[in-house]
């Protein structure tokens, strides 16, 4: 019964590097949102995803940041050329289709810690 | 305005009482869902309890229930016969709208929550 997986669980980039971080769904979920939390903050929205469509990046920074989510495979949040401020504890969550769910609940992964050097 | 507000500082509660975290929420939505999630030292963001703004009797889930009060626009968590495993950040969150295709959630602040033995 695997629960939402994200890797790498910790990554330390220097900056101007790039970072990729995975999230893997609930299996049968086919909706995932990107969520960053900075220290002693609480979760940001940053994007919310559907195989191979991006429904709502209002969250996003307008550069640099970059998510998809393809048909095969995880969904990738991509941060290119880092930045000390992009330090933070990125979280991963997949909701089932809505007829499987009365309120959408979403299942979160155990989170990708970013250290920009 | 802040969509969700988490004000109390660091809680402290002796091992087997009840305690109250404050969670006060605003929106225009006639539809909205709130979520409490526990987030350990860990890391990870772990569901507790739902509760929908139709949702007539208030939410429990085991040792946990929802103090829902819609003119108030407040929805307290309360947590019955604390144990050392409660303490932990705790996170409310709201889904404005009805369940469906967005269901991003706004997260408040959190709380400390410390539990004496």
């Known amino acids: 019964n695997a629960g939402v997986m994200q890797n790498p669980r910790h990554l330390v980039r220097r900056r101007g590097q790039e970072a990729r971080l995975r999230c893997s769904p609930v299996?049968?979920?086919?909706?995932v949102y990107w969520y960053r939390q900075l220290p002693e903050e609480g979760l940001k929205f940053m994007v919310y995803l559907q195989k191979e469509n991006i429904i709502d990046e209002s969250g996003m920074p307008k550069e640099r940041f970059s998510a998809e989510f393809p048909k095969e495979g995880p969904s990738i949040l991509r941060i290119q050329q880092v930045v000390r401020g992009d330090s933070a504890a990125y979280f991963c969550?997949?909701?089932?289709?809505?007829?499987?769910?009365?309120?959408?609940?979403?299942?979160f992964g155990p989170g990708t810690r970013l250290t920009v050097l | 305005a802040q969509k969700i507000t988490q004000t109390q500082p660091g809680m402290f509660v002796q091992e087997k009482e009840a305690v109250t975290l404050d969670c006060t929420y605003d929106t225009s939505d006639q539809s909205y869902g709130l979520f409490w999630y526990k987030q350990p030292s860990s890391g990870e963001m772990i569901f507790l309890i739902y509760q929908g703004s139709y949702d007539e009797q208030n939410a429990t889930e085991g040792r946990y229930s929802l103090n829902f009060q819609k003119a108030r626009k407040s929805a307290n968590l309360v947590i019955s016969a604390s144990q050392l495993g409660d303490s932990a950040m705790y996170f409310c969150?709201?889904?404005?709208?009805?369940?469906?295709?967005?269901?991003?959630?706004?997260f408040g602040k959190g709380i400390t929550l410390s539990v004496r033995p």
């Open positions: 969150a709201m889904r404005e709208g009805k369940p469906g295709a967005n269901s991003k959630l706004t």
């Open positions: 969550a997949s909701s089932p289709p809505l007829a499987d769910s009365s309120y959408n609940e979403q299942f």
């Open positions: 299996k049968g979920h086919s909706h």
